[in-house]
C-alpha cells in the first residue's frame, strides 16, 4: 500500500472524534481533515437525556475531548458544514460549501439523526433530541411555565424512557405512548429489567400507554395534543418524538457504496475503495456472532474508532467486540454486556437481600451470550472475562482485505 | 515531563473500561465509580493509563497541564 498522504473523517462526534485520535496514535503523520455539520465539536451524547437535560451540568461538561486534546488531533477542521457528495473513484468529498476534499482514506462517522412522525408540520414545544441544542430547547419547553408541565413522550425505548424519568424528576407531568404492545424494553432487554424498568415509573406516576399508534400530533403554533390512532386525545404542553433514529448517509447516496443497512462494511470495518465506516453508521459481519450488525451505542464508537485507525494504518483486524451499553432510570442503573438472546434463557444468577441489585446471564443454545447488571457495575469485569472465555474460536478470519 | 491525571467522578458510568486498560493506575469503589491511584502514573505506565483515557466512554479521564 502506498503511504497515506491525506484521511478524511466526516462527523465530529464520537465516532469521528476517536477515530481521528486513534490515527494519531498509531502514528498516521499524515494531513487530517475532520468535517462536522454542528457549529461546534459534537458533545457527548449519553449525558443529554440525564444530566444537560436535569440541568445538573452545563454543557461543557458534556465535552467529548478536553481542548489539549482537540489540539493533539492536529486536525483540518471544517465544522458547520455538511458533506454532499462523495466520489469514490476520484476519492473525493465534495462539501455543501463547495469545496471538495480528496483523500487516501476517508471514514464516515455521520452517526444518525432523529426520526420523525411521516408528514408532521413542526410545531412550537414538539422535539426531537439528538444533538445539545435539542437537549437545551426541549428543557427550555418543559420549564417554560408552572402551568404548562404535561409532556408527552413518543416511544418507550431507552431515549424515550431516559427522558420521561428526567422529566419527572424536574416536576412534569409525563405521559410515554408506545405502539408496539407488551412492556417497553423486554425486546432488548428480557422480562425482569423490562418490568422493573416499567414498575420504576409507574411508581413515580409516570403513565405508560402501549400498543397505541400515533395518529397525528395537533396545535396551533404551539402544541397542543397527541392524537392516537385509538381515537384518545392527549393533551400536551411539551411533545417529544423518540421513535428511533435514522443513519446519516443520504449524501452518500449514488456513490456507489451498499447502503442497504447503513455503511455496508466487511469484517474490517472497510465499506470499500478506500472508505471505512464508524460508529452508529457502520453495519458489518461480526465475526463471532456470525451475523451482520450495526450497534447504536456510545462504547461501540469508540471501540471500534481503534479497530478501524489500526485497519487504515495496514492492519487486518476483524471487529468482534463485546458489545456494551448503559441506561439509567432514576436512582436505577442498567449495564448490558453481550448480547440479549430473546429465544435464549435468561438466569438470575446472583442478587442482593434487599433486591436493590442483581445480574442475570443470557444463552443462546447453552452458550453464554451476554448478561444484564441491575445497579452491580463491580461484577462487569468477571462477567466481561467469562464471555470472552466463552466465545468459540472464529469459523474463518484468515480471509485477507482486498 | 511526567503527565499528570485527573478524573471525574460524577462522570463516570461504571463501565471499568479503565480498570481493563490500566489497572495499575486506575480502581473502582464499590459502587463501580473510577479511583485514580496515580495522578502521575510515571513513565512505565502512562501509555497504559492514556490508553485508559481513550477507551473511557464517558470522557472521565483527562491529563492536566
Keep these: ?402 | 515531563m511526567t503527565v499528570k491525571f485527573e478524573v471525574d467522578h460524577d462522570k463516570c458510568i461504571a463501565s471499568g473500561a479503565c480498570v481493563l486498560a490500566a489497572p495499575e493506575v486506575f480502581d473502582q469503589d464499590e459502587d463501580g465509580i473510577v479511583v485514580l491511584l496515580r495522578e502521575e502514573p510515571g513513565p512505565d505506565l502512562e501509555s497504559s493509563a492514556l490508553d485508559a483515557m481513550r477507551a473511557c466512554p464517558a470522557a472521565v479521564i483527562q491529563t492536566v497541564d
Design chain 1, 1 to 402: 500500500m502506498p503511504e497515506l498522504q491525506s484521511i478524511v473523517v466526516v462527523g465530529a462526534g464520537a465516532a469521528g472524534l476517536h477515530t481521528a485520535e486513534a490515527l494519531r496514535v498509531a502514528g498516521f503523520a499524515g494531513r487530517l481533515t475532520i468535517v462536522g455539520e454542528e457549529a461546534d465539536v459534537a458533545c457527548d451524547r449519553p449525558p443529554l437525556s440525564k444530566q444537560v437535560l436535569a440541568g445538573e451540568w452545563t454543557p461543557d461538561r458534556a465535552e467529548l475531548f478536553s481542548t489539549s486534546r482537540l489540539e493533539q488531533l492536529n486536525a483540518d477542521w471544517r465544522l458547520g458544514v455538511r458533506a454532499a457528495r462523495l466520489d469514490l473513484a476520484g476519492r473525493t468529498v465534495e462539501l455543501a460549501s463547495g469545496e471538495h476534499l480528496s483523500y487516501g482514506a476517508l471514514v464516515v462517522a455521520t452517526g444518525m439523526f432523529a426520526r420523525t412522525l411521516p408528514h408532521q408540520p413542526p410545531l412550537r414545544h414538539l422535539h426531537t433530541l439528538r444533538t445539545l441544542q435539542d437537549a437545551l430547547t426541549l428543557r427550555t419547553s418543559l420549564l417554560r411555565s408552572r402551568e404548562a408541565r404535561r409532556l408527552v413522550v413518543i416511544g418507550a425505548g431507552f431515549l424515550g424512557l431516559e427522558v420521561a424519568a428526567t422529566a419527572r424528576n424536574l416536576g412534569c407531568d409525563v405521559t410515554v405512548v408506545e405502539p408496539q404492545p407488551g412492556p417497553p424494553l423486554a425486546s432488548r432487554l428480557g422480562s425482569l429489567a423490562a418490568s422493573r424498568i416499567l414498575a420504576a415509573h409507574e411508581d413515580r406516576d409516570v403513565r405508560i400507554i402501549t400498543g397505541q399508534g400515533v395518529g397525528r400530533i395537533v396545535g396551533d403554533g404551539d402544541v397542543q395534543a397527541v392524537e392516537l390512532t385509538s381515537g384518545a386525545c392527549l393533551r400536551a404542553d411539551t411533545v417529544l418524538m423518540a421513535i428511533g433514529a435514522v443513519p446519516a448517509i443520504s449524501w452518500l447516496q449514488g456513490s456507489g457504496l451498499d447502503l442497504s443497512n447503513g455503511v455496508v462494511c466487511d469484517e474490517f470495518c472497510h465499506a470499500g475503495s478506500g472508505v471505512w465506516a464508524v460508529g452508529d453508521v457502520a453495519s458489518w459481519p461480526h465475526p463471532v456472532l456470525g451475523a451482520r450488525v450495526r450497534l447504536e451505542h456510545r462504547m461501540n464508537a469508540s471501540e471500534q474508532a481503534r479497530v478501524v485507525a489500526a485497519n487504515i494504518m495496514g492492519a487486518a483486524v476483524p471487529f468482534a467486540p463485546i458489545p456494551f451499553f448503559w441506561t439509567d432510570h432514576y436512582d436505577d442503573k442498567v449495564q448490558v454486556l453481550g448480547w440479549f438472546a430473546p429465544e435464549g434463557e435468561a438466569e438470575v444468577v446472583e442478587s442482593s437481600a434487599d433486591g436493590r441489585s442483581f445480574v442475570q446471564t443470557f444463552s443462546a443454545d447453552g452458550d453464554l451470550v451476554g448478561a444484564l447488571l441491575w445497579n452491580a457495575p463491580r461484577r462487569l469485569a468477571t462477567l466481561r472475562a467469562r464471555l470472552t472465555d466463552a466465545r468459540r474460536p472464529m469459523p474463518d478470519t484468515s480471509r485477507t482485505r482486498s
